[in-house]
C-alpha cells in the first residue's frame, strides 16, 4: 500500500490491513483512510540526521491505538496501530525523534493523520 491516501473518501481506505513505511525524504505530514478494525503496520526508516526515532503517541487512543513500539538495532523504528473497530474518527499519529547527546525533549519528527471511516448502511 502506499505511504498515503489522498483524501478520506470511501472507495480508497485501506481494509484490514496496512503497512505504512516512512523513509529519509518522506513528506513529514502523511494522510492515511481506513476502515474500523483495520490493522496498520507502520514502520519508520532510520533518519540521516543525528536525530533518532524516541517514541509514538496517538492524539486519539480511543479511535487509533498505538502499540508494540520497537527500535531495531539499525534505527528503523516499528510500531502497530489498531484502528477503532465500529467507530469513526480521527487522530494523529506522531513520532517523536531526538538527537542522542542533546538535552532536551524529544520533538515531532513524523505526523500520520488517520481517519477511521466507517462502512456505509443502506437504509
Known sequence: MP?????????????????VTVSPGDAADQRLCVRPGTMVSLVLKPRTDD????????????FVLASGWQLDAD????????????????????????????AGAARVAFTLHVSVVPYTTQG
Open 3 to 19: 505511504a498515503a491516501t489522498p483524501s478520506p473518501s470511501a472507495g480508497a481506505c485501506a481494509a484490514g490491513h496496512a503497512e
Open 75 to 102: 534505527g528503523t523504528a516499528r510500531a502497530s496501530l489498531r484502528c477503532a473497530g465500529a467507530r469513526g474518527g480521527t487522530a494523529e499519529i506522531t513520532a517523536l525523534a531526538k538527537a542522542p547527546d542533546v
Open 51 to 62: 536525530k533518532r526515532w524516541t517514541a509514538l503517541q496517538s492524539s486519539a487512543p480511543v
